[in-house]
C-alpha cells in the first residue's frame, strides 16, 4: 500500500480568504502558515504512520493537513471556534473516513472515549500508537495542561490508552518554566508539577513573526511523555497544594510557603516539623528546591494530614478572608456603639 497523500487543495492562505477568518485577539489566536515550521512541529510527535491522533484547535488546519500526509490511521479534530469548521469538513471530505470532527472545548471533552479500546496498553509498557498535537491558544494552554497532568496522575482522561505522547505549543516564556531546571530562574510550580509526573523537553523556538497575527511573545514546542513512575507518589491535589503553597512566596525561604499549609495558631510549631520529617533546609528558596525535596515535602504533609484529618481542607486565604471579615465587624460595632454614646 502506497502512504496516504492528501489531494490538490486551497492552500491554508486560501482557505483563511475563503472562509473570511480572522484570528480573534481575545481568543488569543494566532495563525501559522509556513510549512516548514509545521512539518517541523509535527515531526516532533515521532513516527505517526498508523498512529490514532487528536489535534487540539486545528483552526484553519495548517498542521492537520501535515498529520494527515504522516499517514495516520485516525485523526481527531477537537475544534471550539465554529467559524473554522467548514474549513475542517473540506479536509475530513479529501481524507474518507480518517477524520472525526468534535466541536467542542476541549476541556469538558471526554477524551477517553475517543479511540479504540484496543490501543489501550499497560502503563509500563512503551507509549501507545495515540497523540496529541496542538497549537494552542495562550489563554487556554496552562489550565489545559495542568488538566492534563491532572488526567496523567489519575492515568485517566487521554491516558487511558498508556503513556499517551504530548507534542504541544505554549509561550515561550510558559514553555521554559515547564523544563526548567532546580536553581534556575525560570523555576516555578509548573516545573514541578509537569516533570514529577513527566519527561518534558522544550525542543524548539518559533519567532513571533512567524505567526499572523504576530504575537508579542516568541512560541516553543515542548514535548511530553508520562513516566512510569511518577517522581512524587501522592495524590495530585497533594502534591499541587504544597507546590503551589511554597511557590507563593518564591522570593523568600521556603519555610514562608510551608507555613501557609497550616492554620495561624499552630503555624511555627507545624512549619518546623514538617520541614525536619522532610529534610529540607528552611533557607532554601523555591526555585533552589529539586523533585526529591518536593517529593519528600509531599510525603511529610500526608503523614501529618493523615494524623489530623481537617488539615488538608485547612486554606490559607478563606482565613486570612475570615480575619478581615471580623475586623471590619468589629470596627462596624466600635462605630455603632460610639455613635450611641
Sequence with gaps: MSAFRLPPLPTVREIIKLFNLRAQKQLSQNFLLDLRLIDKIVRQAGKL???????????????????????????????????????????????????????????????????????????EDDPPNVHIIGNLPFSVSTPLIIRW???????????????????????????????ATTGSKQRSRLSIMSQYLCTVQNRFTIPGQAFVPKPEVDVSVVHFTPLVQPKIQQPFKLVEK?????????????????????????????????????????????????????????????????????????????????????????????SEQEDQL
Design 242 to 334: 504544597v507546590v503551589k503553597s511554597v511557590f507563593q512566596f518564591r522570593r523568600k525561604y521556603c519555610c514562608r510557603g510551608v507555613e501557609i499549609l497550616f492554620p495561624e495558631a499552630e503555624r511555627l510549631e507545624k512549619s518546623e516539623q514538617m520541614l525536619m520529617l522532610a529534610d529540607v533546609d528552611p533557607t532554601l528558596r523555591p526555585a533552589q528546591l529539586s523533585i526529591l525535596h518536593f517529593k519528600n515535602l509531599c510525603d511529610a504533609y500526608r503523614k501529618m494530614c493523615d494524623e489530623d484529618t481537617n488539615l488538608f481542607s485547612y486554606n490559607y486565604r478563606e482565613e486570612l478572608k475570615e480575619k478581615k471579615r471580623t475586623r471590619k465587624k468589629g470596627h462596624w460595632e466600635q
Design 49 to 123: 504512520k498508523d498512529a490514532h491522533v487528536c489535534e487540539v484547535g486545528p483552526g484553519p488546519g495548517g498542521i492537520t493537513r501535515t498529520i494527515l500526509n504522516a499517514d495516520v490511521a485516525q485523526l481527531l479534530l477537537v475544534e471550539k471556534d465554529t467559524r473554522f469548521i467548514p474549513g475542517l469538513k473540506m479536509l475530513s471530505e479529501a481524507a474518507p473516513g480518517k477524520v472525526h470532527i468534535v466541536h467542542g472545548d476541549v476541556l469538558t471533552y471526554k477524551m477517553e472515549r475517543a479511540f479504540p479500546k484496543h490501543l489501550q496498553k499497560k502503563w
Design 149 to 179: 497532568l491532572e488526567n496523567v496522575s489519575n492515568r485517566d482522561g487521554p491516558f487511558v490508552y498508556g503513556r499517551t505522547q504530548m507534542t504541544l505549543t505554549f509561550q515561550k516564556e510558559v514553555a521554559e518554566r515547564l523544563s
